[in-house]
């Protein structure tokens, strides 16, 4: 009877473990993202390199719409190699598209050029509109698109080359990964 | 090369301190003697290694060092230098390291202070602290390295927190905190180590009363500075908004204030010595719960930091320290139960027992609030939040009746209270608490949250008032001395009572504050053309113009400024704007207090058209907010009063034969 009070000890302990545990498999800040399984906004834009490019040239090829700032230190660095080698790797098959969130031309060149440019463009997002239109809440947000132009995941802070990969496997059709 | 001394210093200060709780331990288990020396100064050692980490930690923000990752991703080249040094506390490893400090410092103090007294209690202190050290220090050696670095090296860092720049309160808000929440491990590790020597005795109650008062002053400073600085900064015209990181600021101080009441009914009437240990140990896991919300990143408030990898090691802390502070409990309740002395129903210690009572049920209602969300998150995966209106219904009838007694308890006797006693006490300022009350309602007050908080406070302060001059009466015949010495004699020999009388003044007039502030608030969104001009409260408020312009001080900040003039009670011209970081993903509000005695104009800038210049305005008139402030104030001022060591001259010889037995108890065996 007397041994009973030492059930005191895990009664509070466990549960307010396992209430505190569950809190790290989600993050508070994320909102999930009601255009996933939807078309994919249309847009037009100028890019970095003075071209334009609009969502018609991508039609029929999944894509990857990438919001970052060169001010976004140090998610947007972080994850900035793991973009680059998903391009290089997606030869023909995927293409990535960078947008430019609340940044200038200037700077954002400048980053490219301290911490590598894989070469896919970079659209410049001046109004903000297209981070309007995707519901970007800051960066790094990424937008997975596939072939028929529906958003098929999206990625809330970094990617890391696991998230990479297992995202690129919803739009991808082979294993491009 | 200033870096490298950094993380030196917390490598050192974990050896330090790891070294100084087996040493501790081996001591209190009947080592050499030697060995609680060495260990005091190990704990000395590591207050100065965390000295030297957070000072090689300021200048390698002041010389905007990129090299390190925290000072790249706080600092800036435009940074000021007065931001710089706070940028300390403004992320996660910077703050744990200035934490690191304060913990280390009271570890220091309170080891050195006691160094010759206690032999039995200190090594276990000791050892206590400096395990909670260390743990500091492992936190910053693996998951949270303050100084590592990062390449290539940037150019310029990301700046500093947006919020922390917009106020100079961010200077003195987390301090204050960070104080009261690392000076709750005193009190615990006493708890801890009378736990384990079974000395839970009237001497040990006497040191961790006055050891926990010490950081609850801090606490409640931190927690009114907090509140001033979100109505200053946040712009939504409130101070409290039930925030989860508020709340868990709260937590622990409810748990210090109930433990600070009931340490006195054990103290005078012995017995509840499982309640007052196990409110120590809550006190601290309370504290590292709030840590943990705020740099776990699992809640989402304007405090928390970014998701880290520090959150699994501040778990694992909370229920290592959870689970051997019970076990220990559990371990001794046959020892500790029983032997108080009996009372009546209506006296002194019922009525303290009915404020734990109080002061428990606020605490399990603000935590059951603060962790419904992650509850229904973890079984049912939906998103809720608990608002302000829930979290309202439940605590203020808890508040009201605390408010109560605070007025009735201590103006009761200790043992049982006679009729005749309570009616002496307590028809005068009953009488004089519904004239007030009517006089308010005749004024034209007519709400009954406000006029009930206003009658009650008016019922409480006379009954303290009215204890000072009845006291103050009697010494000066007693004695024959003027009133003025006599009044300052009663207080200053019992400082202990009238320190807590000051406390209880503060916390009226800020009770009464907030009733007529949240009862009389009056605010109203306008929507105004350059020129245009709007009425509220008395005042006519005109839209002179807009302005789009980089702030002088940091051009990489856009400020939208709206230039006001207002009229009537207070006259003026003011600028509310909303501020674009580059770093921060919403516009951080700058919102125009203007502060008088009675009232406040508080106007915030809520959107703006720069073509036009029509601008959308929040204006506030909130009543009496001032006297949250003061009345925070106060608080603090009859906390130090208590606090502050009362004249050895006369009653060293009186207290040393009192406490003899007592003294020979803790010695002893």
């Known amino acids: ?177 | 090369m200033i870096p490298s001394m950094g993380h030196a210093s917390v490598l050192i200060g974990l050896g330090l301190t790891v070294y100084a709780a087996v040493a501790f331990v081996l001591a209190a288990r009947g080592g050499d003697p030697r060995l609680n020396t060495s260990a005091r100064r190990a704990v000395i050692g590591s207050f100065v290694a965390a000295g030297i980490g957070c000072a090689a930690m300021v200048i390698s923000l002041l010389t905007h060092d990129f090299g390190v990752r925290y000072v790249a991703e706080n600092n800036a080249t435009t940074t000021p230098p007065f931001i710089g040094v706070i940028s300390l506390w403004a992320a996660l490893e910077g703050s744990i390291l200035f934490w690191a400090l304060l913990a280390t410092g009271w570890a220091a103090l309170v080891l050195h202070r006691y160094r010759d007294r206690y032999r039995q209690l200190m090594p276990w202190v000791g050892a206590t602290l400096a395990t909670v050290n260390a743990f500091f220090f492992a936190v910053m050696t693996w998951p949270g390295n303050p100084f590592a670095l990062t390449s290539p090296v940037a150019a310029e860092g990301s700046g500093p927190n947006a919020l922390l720049q917009n106020h100079p309160f961010m200077a003195l808000h987390p301090p204050l905190l960070y104080l009261g929440y690392t000076g709750m491990a005193v009190p615990f590790a006493f708890g801890v180590a009378a736990l384990v020597t079974k000395r839970l005795d009237e001497e040990w109650l006497r040191i961790v009363r006055r050891w926990t008062l010490i950081p609850w002053t801090f606490l409640t400073l931190g927690i009114v500075a907090g509140a001033w600085w979100s109505y200053e900064v946040l712009g939504w015209g409130g101070y409290w908004a039930w925030d989860p990181v508020e709340n868990a600021a709260l937590l622990p101080w409810l748990t210090a204030t109930a433990f600070i009441h009931s340490a006195m009914v054990a103290e005078r009437r012995g017995g509840l010595r499982i309640w007052t240990s196990a409110l120590v140990i809550a006190t601290f896991v309370l504290t590292l719960v709030g840590t943990f919300l705020t740099r776990s990143g699992i809640v989402a408030s304007v405090h928390s930091f970014t998701q880290s990898p520090i959150g699994p090691w501040f778990l694992a802390a909370i229920l290592v320290a959870l689970t051997a502070a019970l076990g220990l409990l559990v371990w001794r309740l046959p020892d500790l139960s029983g032997d108080g002395r009996p009372s009546g129903t209506v006296s002194r210690e019922s009525a303290f027992l009915l404020n734990n009572v109080l002061f428990l049920g606020l605490t399990f209602a603000v935590l059951f609030g603060t962790l419904l969300p992650l509850l229904v998150a973890a079984t049912s995966g939906d998103t809720i939040s608990v608002g302000a209106p829930w979290f309202d219904t439940v605590t203020v009838p808890i508040f009201v009746a605390l408010l109560f007694l605070m007025g009735v308890g201590p103006a009761l006797p200790w043992g049982t209270a006679s009729w005749s006693t309570m009616r002496e006490r307590f028809a005068m300022p009953l009488l004089i608490a519904v004239l007030v009350t009517a006089g308010a309602v005749g004024l034209g007050l007519r709400e009954v949250a406000s006029l009930g908080t206003l009658g009650l406070a008016v019922f409480v302060g006379g009954i303290m008032i009215d204890e000072v001059i009845r006291g103050t009466r009697a010494r000066a015949r007693g004695r024959n001395e003027d009133h003025a010495t006599a009044a300052w004699r009663l207080t200053t020999r019992n400082r202990r009572r009238y320190g807590g009388y000051g406390v209880h003044l503060g916390v009226l007039v800020m009770a009464v504050a907030v009733a007529i502030s949240s009862g009389l608030a009056s605010d109203r969104t306008v929507t105004l053309a350059p020129g245009e001009t709007v009425t509220i409260g008395g005042y006519q408020i005109r839209h002179d113009r807009l302005v789009v312009e980089p702030l002088s001080t940091d051009v990489r900040v856009i400020e939208t400024r709206a230039e006001v003039t207002y009229s009537g009670a207070q006259n003026g011209s003011l600028d509310t704007a909303l501020r674009d970081y580059p770093n921060s993903q919403a516009a951080i509000a700058t919102p125009a207090v203007r502060t008088s005695l009675a009232e406040d104009l508080y106007v915030t800038l809520l959107a703006s058209d720069s073509a036009t210049g029509v601008v959308t305005l929040h204006l506030f008139v909130n009543p009496l907010v001032v006297w949250i402030w003061i009345g925070g104030a106060i608080v603090g001022i009859g906390a130090v009063f208590a606090i502050w060591p009362e004249r050895r001259a006369r009653r060293v010889s009186v207290e040393q034969r009192q406490r003899a037995p007592a003294a020979a108890s803790v010695e002893g065996a």
């Open chain 1, 1 to 177: 009877m007397h041994h009973l009070r030492w059930l005191l000890v895990p009664l509070l302990v466990i549960p307010l473990g396992w209430l505190l545990l569950t809190g790290f498999a989600r993050d508070p800040r994320e909102v999930a993202s009601p255009l996933v399984g939807q078309q994919a906004p249309a847009w037009t834009y100028e890019t970095l390199d003075g071209d334009t490019l609009s969502t018609d040239e991508l039609a029929g090829r999944p894509y990857v719409v990438n919001f970052w700032a060169s001010w976004c230190i140090p998610a947007c660095v972080d994850e900035h190699p793991v973009l680059s080698s998903a391009y290089q790797r997606g030869g023909d098959e995927l293409m990535i598209v960078g947008v430019l969130y609340q940044d200038t031309p200037a700077d954002a060149e400048s980053f490219l050029a301290r911490y590598g440019d894989a070469g896919y463009p970079h659209l410049i997002d001046a109004t903000g509109r297209l981070a309007i239109d995707f519901g970007v809440t800051g960066p790094p947000e990424t937008f997975f698109v596939d072939a028929d132009g529906i958003v098929q995941a999206k990625q809330f802070g970094p990617l890391t080359d696991a998230l990479m990969a297992d995202h690129l496997a919803r739009i991808l059709p082979s294993a491009a990964r």
